[in-house]
């Protein structure tokens, strides 16, 4: 099972970046697929997760201004960011969950400059 990020990048504050994630390997439905980052000198934290049937949360930070969402058919998530803030200055990671199992992606750094 492979995780595969993409997009992260340079962006000022206010900009927007969108996070992908394809899943590999995996033959059924994924249960749970998620976003979480982790900032220099800090513990990686839930940024924003979706259930197979597409309920959501979000961290407090982060709510009104990214959207998770997914393709059960091609086995994606994705994060749309807007309104980034420096606070935001990340390295992100995709998660997913399949039974007991959980795997992660290698990582995507978003970096939002003042």
């Known amino acids: 099972v492979q995780l595969q990020a993409s997009g992260g990048g340079l962006v000022r504050a206010g900009g927007s970046l969108r996070l992908s994630c394809a899943a590999s390997g995996i033959v059924s439905t994924i249960n749970r697929m998620a976003w979480y980052r982790q900032a220099p000198g800090k513990q990686r934290e839930l940024v924003a997760s979706i259930s197979a049937s597409r309920s959501t949360e979000y961290a407090d930070s982060v709510k009104g201004r990214f959207t998770i969402s997914r393709d059960n058919s091609r086995k994606t998530v994705s994060l749309q960011m807007n309104s980034l803030k420096p606070d935001d200055t990340a390295v992100y990671y995709c998660?997913?969950?399949?039974?007991?199992?959980?795997?992660w992606g290698q990582g995507t750094l978003v970096t939002v400059s003042s």
């Open positions: 998660n997913a969950e399949q039974g007991l199992d959980a795997y």
